[in-house]
């Protein structure tokens, strides 16, 4: 497509970048076609050519954002279903990064979209202060009806009726492998995930070192920086980035590391992006090395030879996440997986479709996020799945809500097949998995 | 008295001369009232009239013309439809209607007093009969979810575009359009069987059903392909068929494009009629390797064949059809081993103009051709490559003639663009010339609306124009696509 450029915007590294994405895109259109904004909504502005069409158009007149482009880019869930999608290689999400953080800082929100998103990015990103928040929530519950405005009714009716204690294995510590050791590995708990879910991380650390893994909690990280950066907010998602890229090198520099092991795949989205969104900072050979290196957790299982287990009748639900099969392009490792572990695998019609959750997306465009939940659940039960099987907190928070059926993480059901306890979410008290030995 | 204005499209901020009738800056004054109006018939989020919004509705997949509609309305149903072209009919105001927005024609371009009518809301599946072999849709349901919604009785729909994942089926209607698959099973026309159309005035008509042919004249053959000049369908009735028992591609690769042209020339003259002989070339060979990953053979041109059946059907086919590739000394013959290998042979070739994105701009052209000059044309389209200084990838349906040579160009470098619509002109008269047409499937639109007095006589327009006066007298719908500015003048004129 053309571009209308200045020289002297091209100097401004953000715009060459969105010069070079915006010239790739040829407005074909087949981007439209499994933009889940656009089946809600059947309007090209909510779909992705309609908004690279108004984000070029912000762009090239430096126009200070309207409200109405800015709803339409919000309403973007960032599922990236669009670049898998697309012939030409565009890369939107880069495209739409860089579109919000150049709203956040020319755009004037009103007063309780502010409040709200300030709150969100000060209380998500730091465990404990999600933890209270959840418990907060959890009292507020009963009166979630009462609420005038829809995003803080939908805050509340997603908080669990249950809230983990918090997990010790989540401190910095390092795990030493059952077997001879064949890698060592860092392990990023994550922010949100270990308050509302401590059974992941728990059974991770299992899996991996049942199969020859020394995985590593590194001191100093933590949160990885999506939930900020997807509202444009770079100094914070910087800041909870570089402490990662710091805590990881230091791994790196010290014992070394063969991976990074993300088990929420929209954080993991994020860190292999670290080398681009760091590439004009002083970190930013640290940050690319850190991006080489981090994998997903299913990635990084199909590197360890994990025991074929007898197939069972279980059938399970394989719900792809977003940033796994579209962020990543990992669509077939945990399907592979947990076949090999013998679980009889089934997959939901349109599964290319996000859920709906998407970071803070059901919290902030409730609409639309409710819609799109109960697709994915009419699809995942008419399967008559005994499980459902996700790699993403979100998207279980998300599908998790709306369904009498069970849903557990992948790894979980893999800790399970190879000698772990029964997950957690599936036995009836929800009782705690045996404690995990601690090497230092 | 005819005044014909000629409003250059540069300064509506498209970036070149094409001529487009001055906006009617009656209409214009007079927006508000007009949205006012179509507020009152539709829900308020389906009508779109800021100055930032209506910006995404100026142009279809053929982005070199642009210009803001004055609104762009998104109704929901046939009756929503009718009140929308009611208020317009009363109003005055030129109506353009839009499917998926997939146009490499213009088809669905705008022009500034002008209100876009979107169909990408009506996407119900309205009746499917099984035991009679038919589909009943809203015109914006992409044409490929018609296929995903019988597909669990193992039924399809058969005409196939390259944009089927996006493209509307009102769109498919609006160009008649084909796609690799046609060579069997035929283009739109030979796969629709009714419609519901709404009139100019909002007069709701149906024409055909659920059978193959209705009495009396073809009206419905008259509408399929009018590109938005007659009326806007709403609802279609499509004949779906069962899959064939297996289906299985060969590719073909050959160490030039005259070659491979000949070699389909000679399938088709043995009277063999596989579903699809698609041809690409090492540019488009190249690009969609790096998207699809099919492994596609490295040669100058390459065809991909396919034969559909039982097995001992496909074996047949395919021997006869290899014996005489192998007469042409292909660099490569390979038949597909697996579903997903077929898959991803298809997924590479249906994503080619998008995957040719990826090395610059490009401009599609769609001439068809009789397949015996299918040798002669791509060695001109190669000279004229040469003459123009402009590289031309090709890829197209073979098998019945439609071509579609992209030309690269850059956007960005000022004269480029210019230079690639001579270059694309000359290789559509090339088309006329050897007996062929303007256009297999992608319609005239405004791209070759000017090129229409190369392949017809002033008398053979002035009959199509007064088709179209019979069901839009007052010039209202689609306007300034089709028929060159010059030829419908004194009727646009008459009209205000």
Avoid at chain 1, 312 to 317: C, I, L, S, W, Y
Avoid at chain 1, 403 to 423: F, K, N, S, Y
Avoid at chain 2, 450 to 465: A, C, G, K, N, S
């Amino acid at each position: 497509m053309q571009t209308h450029f200045t020289d002297e915007q091209m100097q401004d590294p953000g715009i060459q970048r969105a010069n070079e994405i915006l010239r790739s895109c040829v407005h074909c259109g087949f981007c439209t076609a499994t933009c889940p904004t656009y089946q809600v909504l059947g309007d090209e502005l909510d779909s992705p050519r309609g908004r690279i069409y108004q984000i070029k158009d912000m762009l090239e007149n430096e126009r200070v954002p309207d409200p109405k482009t800015v709803l339409h880019i919000d309403r973007c869930l960032s599922c990236l279903a669009c670049m898998t999608t697309c012939p030409s290689g565009v890369h939107y999400m880069h495209l739409v990064d860089h579109a919000r953080e150049y709203i956040e800082g020319k755009y004037k929100r009103p007063l309780t979209d502010r409040l709200l998103r300030w709150t969100l990015a000060r209380i998500l990103p730091y465990p404990t202060r999600f933890r209270l928040a959840l418990l907060g929530a959890k009292i507020g519950r009963p009166f979630a009806l009462l609420m005038p405005d829809a995003r803080l009714k939908a805050m509340l009716e997603m908080a669990p009726k249950h809230i983990p204690p918090v997990s010790r294995n989540d401190d910095p510590q390092s795990f030493a492998p059952e077997v001879p050791r064949k890698k060592r590995v860092a392990l990023m708990t994550g922010c949100a995930q270990k308050a509302l879910n401590t059974d992941i991380n728990d059974a991770t650390i299992r899996l991996l070192t049942r199969l020859g893994c020394e995985v590593v909690v590194a001191e100093g990280a933590g949160c990885c920086g999506a939930l900020t950066h997807h509202m444009g907010k770079t100094q914070e998602s910087h800041g909870t980035a570089a402490k990662n890229i710091r805590a990881w090198c230091a791994e790196m520099d010290g014992d070394g590391l063969d991976a990074i092991v993300i088990n929420t795949s929209g954080c993991g989205t994020t860190v292999k992006d670290y080398g681009f969104m760091f590439r004009n900072e002083a970190l930013a050979e640290d940050a690319k090395r850190v991006s080489d290196i981090a994998m997903d957790v299913s990635e990084v299982l199909m590197t360890l030879d994990l025991p074929e287990g007898e197939s069972k009748e279980t059938v399970v639900a394989y719900h792809a996440a977003c940033s796994l099969q579209h962020g990543q392009q990992i669509k077939t490792y945990p399907k592979d997986l947990l076949k090999r572990a013998g679980y009889s695998v089934v997959e939901p019609a349109d599964s290319h479709l996000c859920c709906g959750s998407a970071g803070t997306y059901n919290l902030m465009q409730p609409e639309i996020s409710k819609k799109l939940k109960d697709r994915k659940v009419r699809t995942l039960e008419a399967k008559n799945p005994d499980i459902i099987a996700a790699g993403n907190i979100g998207c279980m928070m998300q599908i998790g809500g709306a369904t009498e059926v069970p849903i557990v993480h992948t790894v979980e059901l893999l800790d399970w097949a190879t000698g772990g306890p029964q997950p957690p979410a599936l036995t009836a008290e929800g009782k705690r998995a045996p404690e995990i030995p601690i090497l230092r | 008295m005819f005044k014909l204005v000629i409003f250059p499209y540069q300064y509506w901020k498209g970036n070149r001369d094409m001529e487009m009738p001055a906006p009617d800056q009656s209409i214009i004054a007079r927006k508000a009232r007009i949205v006012d109006r179509l507020r009152s018939v539709l829900p308020a989020d389906a009508v779109i009239e800021d100055e930032v919004e209506t910006r995404a509705y100026e142009c279809d997949a053929l982005t070199a013309y642009r210009c803001p509609p004055l609104a762009a309305v998104l109704p929901a149903s046939t009756k929503e439809v009718s009140e929308v072209l009611k208020v317009c009919h009363a109003e005055g105001v030129p109506v353009v209607p839009r499917g998926a927005g997939t146009s490499l024609a213009g088809g669905a371009l705008p022009t500034a007093d002008s209100v876009i009518l979107g169909v990408a809301r009506m996407t119900e599946v309205l009746e499917t009969d099984y035991d009679n072999r038919f589909i009943r849709v809203q015109s914006g349901r992409t044409n490929l979810s018609v296929s995903g919604a019988v597909e669990e009785e193992d039924f399809f729909y058969a005409p196939d575009p390259s944009s089927q994942l996006a493209c509307a089926i009102a769109g498919n209607i609006a160009m008649n359009s084909g796609g690799a698959h046609c060579l069997k099973y035929g283009v739109t026309t030979n796969n629709l069987l009714g419609v519901t159309m709404v009139m100019m005035d909002g007069e709701i008509v149906e024409i055909g059903g659920a059978h193959l042919d209705a009495a009396g004249l073809d009206l419905l053959g008259l509408i399929c392909g009018s590109e938005g000049q007659l009326g806007v369908v709403t609802e279609a009735t499509l004949r779906i068929l069962r899959k064939p028992e297996g289906a299985r591609p060969v590719l073909m690769g050959f160490d030039s494009n005259e070659v491979a042209g000949q070699c389909v020339s000679d399938i088709i003259k043995a009277g063999i009629l596989p579903v699809a002989i698609e041809f690409m070339d090492r540019p488009c060979i190249r690009a969609t390797e790096a998207f699809a990953g099919a492994g596609y053979p490295d040669c100058e041109a390459l065809l991909i064949v396919e034969v559909e059946g039982s097995d001992e059907e496909i074996e047949a086919q395919l021997s006869r059809i290899n014996a005489i590739a192998r007469t042409h000394n292909p660099v490569e013959l390979r038949e597909s081993g697996s579903a997903e290998e077929s898959a991803k042979i298809w997924l590479g070739r249906k994503s080619a103009f998008g995957a040719m994105g990826q090395i610059n701009d490009y401009m599609c052209l769609d001439g068809t051709i009789p397949v015996s000059q299918l040798p002669y044309v791509l060695r001109r389209i190669g000279e004229m490559s040469k003459e123009y200084g402009l590289d031309v990838g090709n890829v197209f349906h073979a098998g019945d003639g439609n071509m579609h040579p992209l030309i690269l160009f850059d956007a960005n470098k000022p004269g480029d663009l210019e230079l690639c619509e001579a270059f694309g002109a000359d290789i559509l008269k090339l088309c006329v010339e050897v007996g062929g047409c303007l256009t297999g499937e992608h319609g005239v639109g405004i791209e070759k609306r000017d090129l229409m007095v190369d392949q017809y006589d002033p008398e053979d327009l002035e009959i199509q124009m007064a088709v179209k006066d019979v069901f839009d007298p007052d010039w209202l719908l689609n306007p300034a696509k089709v028929f060159p500015l010059a030829s419908s003048q004194e009727r646009r004129i008459a009209a205000e």
